[in-house]
């Protein structure tokens, strides 16, 4: 009953260090997702799959980096932090058109 | 594009009091419209949905009603608990086009005992 599962939960980076958030989902879900929360923002959309090899930027894609070679696995690459990478990013999937998505639990990132 | 409008500012309210949060949306076509939850420290969560015109989607005491004419999705509950504070988001996910989910900003619902 594990659904979306993210890693770390939290993390610090100092500027200019690279990291891979890992999120894997048990459900074998098509679509997955790569979302960050700011303040104040609700969520906005880095990077999505609809399959397996398949993937798109979403509205703040600049800074990251995906790769989706298995359904479950969606990883999500930082070449350079910078400062203002410094948020909550949450990974999530669905079956298809019109439905809901499940989230992660999420990574708390702080770039220092 | 697609997008969905939140009212401003978080919401603070007794236990006990009606809770009514403003959701309006554009979109092309016919969108499925959602509320999440989220809890402290935790991810979105699911609320309800409505996928078409006049559904009204309900859980835990809380309820929307899609309303195509006026291109709203309120979330509203009857008497609200402190477990209910919570960041609510409403979100919708297009028929058409990239089929993405695009969420409003959100709003914190703080409940006083």
């Known amino acids: 009953n594990a659904g979306v599962t993210q890693t770390p939960k939290f993390r610090i980076l100092k500027i200019g260090q690279s990291m891979t958030l890992q999120c894997t989902q048990d459900?074998?879900?098509?679509?997955m997702y790569w979302y960050r929360q700011d303040p104040g923002m609700g969520l906005k959309l880095i990077y999505y799959?609809?399959?397996?090899?398949?993937?798109d930027k979403g509205e703040v894609p600049n800074g990251y980096n995906v790769s989706r070679s298995t359904t479950e696995d969606f990883p999500l690459r930082l070449e350079l932090a910078a400062p203002s990478q410094t948020s909550v990013y949450f990974c999530?999937?669905?079956?298809?058109?019109?439905?809901?998505?499940?989230f992660g639990q999420g990574t708390r990132l702080t770039v220092v | 594009g697609n997008s969905v409008t939140q009212m401003e500012g978080p919401v603070t309210l007794s236990e006990e009091a009606f809770l009514t949060i403003n959701c309006t949306y554009t979109?092309?076509?016919?969108?499925?419209l959602f509320w999440y939850v989220q809890y402290p420290g935790e991810g979105l969560q699911l609320l309800l949905k409505?996928?078409?015109?006049?559904d009204k989607g309900s859980n835990k005491g809380f309820e929307a009603t899609y309303r195509k004419e006026t291109t709203s999705f309120h979330l509203e509950k009857g008497s609200v608990q402190v477990s209910d504070s919570a960041v609510y988001f409403c979100?919708?996910?297009?028929?058409?086009?990239?089929?993405?989910?695009?969420f409003g900003k959100g709003n914190q619902v703080v409940v006083i005992p």
């Open positions: 799959s609809v399959g397996a090899g398949i993937t």
């Open positions: 979100a919708l996910r297009s028929n058409y086009g990239n089929n993405r989910l695009a």
């Open positions: 409505a996928t078409k015109a006049d």
């Open positions: 979109a092309t076509g016919y969108p499925s």
């Open positions: 459900m074998n879900h098509n679509y």
């Open positions: 999530a999937s669905s079956t298809g058109k019109n439905t809901e998505a499940f």
